[in-house]
């Protein structure tokens, strides 16, 4: 590279020294000086000692002005300019105290002379560039000697210098600042962060736009009218950035200046956008800011699609797009007149693009398409995708920019801008800003998309692994609520569970896994499984919690959670409960309204180990309801959780006419409180009891005639129950179920029971522990039908350990009406 363009430069001697030294290999010595925001200089560099003539010692803590080049009056007959008066080439640039002063808020720059020691004068070219930041410093001041540049034969435009230092020009924080930016760009690598800084220091000047495919580095504007230009050229900046050509007939310097504002104009615009988009993490929120940040500033009619994938919010789209991929029209936002556009693009639409359309274009390639004039021809095959509907009148003579809009360098969608016929083209220029918006608008949208598609996979995995509880169980109604965490990630370790048990029972679990995310989702899961299987068993709930616990220390450390567990008896009105750790029930009694929290012994959480736990047992009545429920709906940071146990008492007693009413009750009055951060589980079981007249009870004696009797006084009751017509089935079953105590149990005694209720079910007991097993049976065996003919005439049927030996039931559906 030639003097006259080289941007870099090296320390060793300057101008100060004596007489000026040519520029080595094309570079040049160059002065650093910070000034703070007292205007005092806090900063100067060997080359600032080289150049002015003052030590570091003596120029620190002065006032810059005092030290650096000014403008001022410059007698032409002077030889000799005292120190502090120097003065600005005519038309060169604004004086520096300009700068220093605070006046200018942007790169500015000059050429003064100075005067030193000796019968010379030196010549300087100055470069000032504001400082923005939480620190002191407000001016970063670079300054060369210009008689450096020059050999006699030489002919260098100054203008065309661009400044530059050196790493070794001892320039304060840069360390600091190539350990932030990762912090401050978190998409930068710490390598990469070292290249920029190192860009910074050797060139001089800021990168104030920052991308994987651009550096903007700004070359500040060398010659600042005078005031009598000023405001032409402020018309003709502004028509510049608006896209319109800059006239031919300007003079070069100018047409730089115009150019300059307009990429200024383009770099404000670019930065006003981003700050409007992003601002939350909802797709739908996130592509209407997209689409109104650039209509009506930088197009009229903005149209937004998206690919399927993202709309639905699923995972990240695989492979390049092809004629058969889905685009949904996501938003179109437009000055025309209101509804326009609504019938003939509406939003929703899903449509595929033909390869020879310039939107194929733009998603295949990943580039933007600039069209500056949409022909009538053009309109015709852009029309033919919308069957019946005639858009040509909406786009023939529009000029058209398409943008893709990726992320990860895969097209998630594209952009299709259109400014009306009247409105100046676009141009390349708007090519390249629509390219850095749109490339700024796709990490937004893929953000918000990444997190839907998150926020999806664990609400689907939160809702697998919460049961489907049926409304009605035996004796009782039941419903439940859940609500996710507001944290990010949403996943919780709260569940809640029902278990059929025999005898007409219902276990009533409720737990929560201390911890949030798939961690405590994936235990809770395990957890659940184990109490249903281990209730399935019968269990007392004391030992169910025991046996829990010893699970939970067997799986890991970590494995820690409270529990609930009760077992109402319809037929015995009593409700069994245990705790593990967990804030207590509340029961809502139906004789006076009035509820009570129940005084449980407490016990450690399950995965403690080594602690006991204990059951109560509590009488209830038909009506009565039980409320059981995580301390996520009570719990409330910095607050007692006495108020919210409070309050659930007083929300669980009002009134309700349905238990779905109950429950949002209950969480209007709990969860908005404001404050809550984990998730919430909550079961609520009426206790509606089952009477002694829907209960018939019988003792057998281990005789093969008591199968005969068995069926009798099943029919019987049946009929009475007005239930003849399930009589045939019922006693064939029992006698089934009476014939294997008698043949296989050696059982002292047989116990029959039919109990009425949402279905018929009919339990035998005896005291022998071994359980029947279901045989595959065929024609010749005289063993193992009975059983399969329980299977296959019952709506269902099992067999179940108790105290005393074990039950053998099953349930037939009853008739409707």
């Known amino acids: 590279m030639d003097r006259g363009t080289e941007t870099g430069a090296a320390s060793g001697p300057g101008a100060g020294d004596g007489a000026a030294e040519h520029a080595t290999d094309g570079r040049i010595p160059l002065a650093v000086v910070v000034v703070d925001r007292d205007g005092l200089v806090s900063h100067w560099s060997s080359g600032a000692r080289r150049l002015f003539g003052v030590a570091k010692e003596e120029a620190l803590g002065r006032q810059a002005v005092d030290l650096l080049p000014v403008s001022g009056a410059l007698p032409e007959a002077a030889d000799v300019v005292p120190f502090g008066s120097r003065a600005t080439y005519d038309g060169l640039g604004p004086g520096l105290e300009s700068s220093l002063d605070g006046r200018l808020s942007y790169p500015a720059a000059g050429r003064a002379r100075l005067g030193a020691a000796g019968p010379r004068r030196i010549d300087v070219l100055w470069w000032a560039y504001p400082l923005v930041g939480p620190g002191p410093e407000r001016l970063l001041v670079l300054a060369a000697d210009a008689a450096a540049m020059r050999h006699e034969d030489d002919d260098v435009s100054f203008e065309r210098i661009a400044p530059g230092f050196a790493l070794h020009t001892d320039f304060p924080g840069a360390e600091e600042l190539a350990r932030r930016l990762p912090d401050i760009l978190p998409s930068m690598s710490v390598g990469e962060s070292a290249r920029v800084v190192a860009q910074v220091l050797e060139l001089g000047y800021p990168v104030l736009e920052f991308s994987q495919n651009d550096r903007v580095p700004v070359t500040p504007d060398w010659g600042v009218p005078r005031r009598a230009e000023r405001t032409a050229r402020r018309e003709r900046a502004a028509l510049a950035a608006s896209g319109a050509p800059v006239p031919r007939d300007l003079p070069d310097d100018e047409r730089e200046d115009l150019e300059y504002v307009a990429v200024r104009e383009r770099l404000e615009f670019l930065n006003e956008v981003s700050g409007r988009i992003g601002t939350s993490l909802d797709l739908s929120r996130t592509i209407q800011e997209v689409s109104r940040a650039v209509v009506p500033r930088f197009t009229d009619v903005a149209g937004t699609y998206l690919r399927e994938q993202v709309v639905a919010g699923e995972g990240f789209p695989d492979g390049v797009p092809d004629t058969t991929t889905m685009w949904h029209r996501v938003a179109v936002e437009h000055t025309d007149e209101p509804g326009r556009w609504d019938d003939v693009v509406p939003v929703g639409e899903a449509m595929p693009f033909p390869a020879h359309t310039p939107f194929f274009q733009c998603m295949t390639t990943g580039e933007p398409v600039l069209v500056p004039r949409i022909s009538e021809q053009m309109g015709h095959v852009i029309a033919a995708q919308f069957e019946k509907r005639d858009i040509r009148p909406l786009i023939t003579n529009r000029s058209m920019l398409v943008v893709p809009l990726k992320a990860r360098n895969v097209v998630l969608g594209f952009m299709i801008l259109l400014r009306h016929p009247e409105r100046v083209e676009f141009n390349d220029m708007d090519r390249v800003t629509g390219a850095e918006l749109a490339a700024r608008a796709g990490l937004v949208l893929d953000n918000a998309r990444m997190y839907t598609f998150q926020e999806s996979v664990a609400e689907t995995l939160q809702d697998s692994m919460l049961p489907t509880i049926a409304p009605r169980m035996a004796g009782c109604d039941i419903a439940t609520r859940y609500l996710p965490g507001t944290l990010l990630g949403r996943v919780g370790g709260d569940w809640f569970d029902s278990v059929k048990l025999p005898g007409s029972r219902t276990a009533l679990v409720v737990g929560d896994v201390m911890g949030h995310g798939l961690n405590s989702a994936a235990m809770m899961g395990q957890l659940r499984t184990a109490v249903q299987t281990m209730a399935a068993l019968d269990l007392p709930p004391a030992q169910l919690l025991r046996n829990l616990d010893d699970l939970a220390q067997r799986l890991g450390d970590g494995y820690l959670a409270t529990c609930l567990y009760a077992v109402y008896d319809p037929i015995a009105g009593l409700l069994h409960l245990a705790n593990a750790g967990h804030i207590p029930p509340v029961l809502v009694r139906a004789a006076d309204g009035r509820s009570e929290l129940l005084d449980l012994p407490t016990g450690a959480p399950i995965g403690v180990g080594g602690v006991p736990f204990e059951a109560v047992r509590v009488r209830v009545e038909p009506g009565d309801r039980l409320v059981m429920c995580t301390d996520g709906l009570v719990e409330v940071r910095g607050e007692d959780i ?176």
């Open 642 to 817: 006495g108020v919210g146990l409070a309050t659930l008492c007083e929300s669980a007693a009002h009134p309700a006419a349905s238990m779905d009413q109950a429950c949002d009750t209950i969480i209007r009055a709990l969860n908005t409180r404001g404050g809550r951060k984990d998730d919430v589980a909550l079961l609520m079981a009426r206790l509606n009891g089952i009477g002694p007249e829907a209960v018939a009870e019988w003792r057998l004696a281990p005789e093969p005639a008591e199968a005969g009797r068995a069926r009798a006084v099943v029919r019987e009751q049946l009929h009475a129950w007005g239930l003849a017509g399930l009589a045939d089935n019922a006693e064939l079953l029992v006698g089934e179920l009476v014939t294997n105590v008698v043949r296989h149990a050696h059982s002292r005694g047989i116990g029959l029971r039919l109990v009425r209720g949402d279905t018929l079910l009919c339990e035998v007991d005896d005291d022998d522990h071994t359980l029947p097993i279901l045989l595959s049976a065929g024609p010749g065996d005289e063993f193992g039908r009975g059983l399969r003919i329980v299977s296959v005439l019952s709506r269902e049927w099992g067999a179940s350990r108790t105290g005393a030996g074990k039950t053998v039931w099953f349930e037939l559906t009853l008739p409707r009406g």
